[in-house]
């Protein structure tokens, strides 16, 4: 899509840049999915109890991903099939395992210490301590798009009135044994309420055009300080968010609690100082030609396709370390030119990186194509996880679901896209409230 003449190369930079770090494949690799019930015989509660909490985790996660094409798979988590990544219902988060797992959604709470069970760290400010088990996945490279798209699947699925319909004949069950049970954050709490302290939640935007950036006056605007203005009002906190340089937004981070942040692209190296709330775009990455045919992964491009892309960027390894001859360029508009010219066959960059390139030439760069995917990279609202309660992140994500299906959200969306489309001609659609910086076809 040609970019309009007027259009700020900063505005498309930023565009480009906020997702340039990470990434991960464009389709979900696993088609299947096996779980395992943990046994919780360490938990004080009798067999009957036991068995309904197990049937309900079953019925839970099985609602959740009913439209998702995942195929679900019952297994011992000792004898699952190589081929498929394995899902853990009802295993208690401790401080022993607390790295080990992708932390999906909270299943039960229960009142820990004196009882035998473990206390979950940071799991909420109220008298009783609490030991909470969930729905995990076990911590691998090959996970991580998966993890993402269980979190957002499942708490869409508990912030409906399925869940509620699910959920609160079993708290009417229990409570005859557990008299203050209850539903809290989409957590069936046998202790009774559970408290998620927000009222020192300090929220951050990084400055991104169009995204999250200042006004005339001083106003934060953009469609993602939009989103997060919507959650703070569906948790019933005053909008108030302040705007800071990425490494100061960064060294927030990693030295106090409750810093909710955004936008943030979601690293592997960032998974220890950040909990991921929930998406808020994402850019997709590969190489860009002139009349070449598509191919399905790096690997089927032929090595003798000459590469460009810029000095010093990460692209320029990935070319070598796969065996390609790599030219390195000052510039995006440098790598277009000598697109154009010949010189290179292919661009390694994103839609954004080729936009920002093409300042001339408009027509010629209009048949710009992708020539084959390589990555497609996630910016976040994210949260501290420095001594950050655990309940607090279910509150949020519980809150960012119900915004992206409320009318107001959906509105601003749609008029938001409308914009950057007549205005500034950006390539871009929308999926389940999450901005794509690419075209959808």
Request: hydrophobic share 40%; net charge neutral.
């Amino acid at each position: 899509m040609e970019i309009a003449q007027g259009i700020s190369r900063r505005i498309i930079f930023a565009l480009f840049a906020v997702s340039c770090l990470w990434g991960f494949a464009l389709q979900a690799s696993a088609e299947s999915l096996s779980y395992s019930i943990d046994t919780m015989q360490s938990l004080p509660l009798n067999s009957r109890d036991k068995a309904k909490i197990q049937g309900y985790s079953k019925v839970l996660l099985a609602e959740s991903l009913k439209e998702s094409g995942i195929t679900l798979m019952a297994t011992e988590s000792d004898s699952r099939p190589t081929s498929t990544s394995h899902i853990r219902l009802g295993i208690l988060r401790t401080p022993e395992n607390e790295q080990g797992f992708y932390w999906i959604s909270p299943l039960i709470a229960l009142e820990c210490s004196e009882s035998g069970v473990v206390c979950t760290p940071n799991a909420g400010s109220q008298a009783i301590k609490v030991g909470v088990t969930y729905i995990a996945l076990e911590k691998r490279n090959a996970n991580s798009l998966l993890a993402e798209k269980l979190s957002e699947t499942i708490s869409d699925f508990k912030t409906s009135e399925a869940f509620a319909e699910l959920a609160n004949p079993l708290v009417t069950s229990l409570s005859t044994r557990y008299p203050n049970a209850l539903l809290t954050y989409g957590t069936i709490s046998l202790p009774g309420e559970l408290h998620a302290n927000t009222s020192n939640l300090w929220v951050i935007a990084d400055l991104v055009p169009l995204f999250s950036e200042l006004g005339e006056r001083g106003e934060l605007k953009g469609i993602v300080a939009d989103f997060v203005r919507d959650i703070l009002e569906q948790m019933e906190m005053p909008p108030a968010i302040l705007s800071a340089p990425w490494k100061r937004i960064a060294k927030e981070a990693m030295s106090k609690s409750n810093v909710m942040v955004f936008s943030v692209v979601r690293t592997q190296e960032r998974d220890n100082v950040f909990h991921w709330v929930t998406p808020v775009s994402r850019n997709l990455h590969g190489l860009y030609g002139l009349n070449k045919p598509y191919f399905a992964s790096l690997n089927d491009v032929p090595k003798t396709y000459r590469i460009g892309t810029l000095l010093e960027d990460y692209r320029y390894n990935v070319a070598i370390d796969n065996g390609f001859e790599v030219r390195g360029f000052g510039s995006w508009q440098e790598l277009v030119e000598a697109l154009l010219s010949d010189e290179i066959d292919v661009v390694f960059g994103s839609q954004g990186a080729v936009d920002l390139g093409c300042t001339a030439k408009k027509d010629t760069c209009n048949k710009i194509k992708l020539v084959s995917e390589y990555e497609v990279t996630t910016a976040y609202v994210a949260l501290s996880r420095k001594n950050t309660c655990i309940l607090v992140l279910e509150k949020l994500k519980l809150a960012a679901a119900r915004v992206r299906k409320s009318n107001t959200f959906n509105e601003q969306l749609s008029s938001w896209s409308h914009m950057v489309s007549s205005d500034y001609g950006i390539a871009h659609h929308t999926k389940n409230g999450v901005i794509h910086l690419w075209n959808k076809n």
